[in-house]
């Protein structure tokens, strides 16, 4: 019965990500520290509620911004970020810390 709750409160969650991401991000971000003390797999197997709860927000809202695609500027700032990105992983993923 718990299962059944938590999935049509997921799918309402879902569709509020999808029409207004920023309620949804709101409400994820006051359930997180409600459900951070219940343990992995007592209501959703094999996750945490709150780790479950950011991939039904996530998802929505990438489903969201699906159909409303538009080209976004990419400049110097986002090439110096990413080349930042890139170096900090591959010099930190060669030491042998």
Do not use: K
């Not at 911004?65 to 990105?85: H, I, K, M, Q, S």
């Amino acid at each position: 019965m718990t299962l059944i709750a938590f999935a049509a409160a997921c799918a309402l969650l879902l569709v509020v990500a999808v029409v207004r991401p920023a309620l949804a991000c709101a409400v994820l971000a006051v359930a997180i520290p409600l459900t951070a003390g219940l343990g992995r797999g007592t209501v959703v197997p094999v996750l945490r509620v709150n780790e479950a709860l950011l991939l039904v927000v996530a998802a929505g809202v990438v489903l969201g911004r699906l159909p409303r695609r538009r080209e976004l500027p990419f400049g110097g700032l986002d090439l110096a970020v990413l080349a930042f990105c890139l170096g900090s992983v591959l010099i930190r993923g060669r030491s042998s810390c």
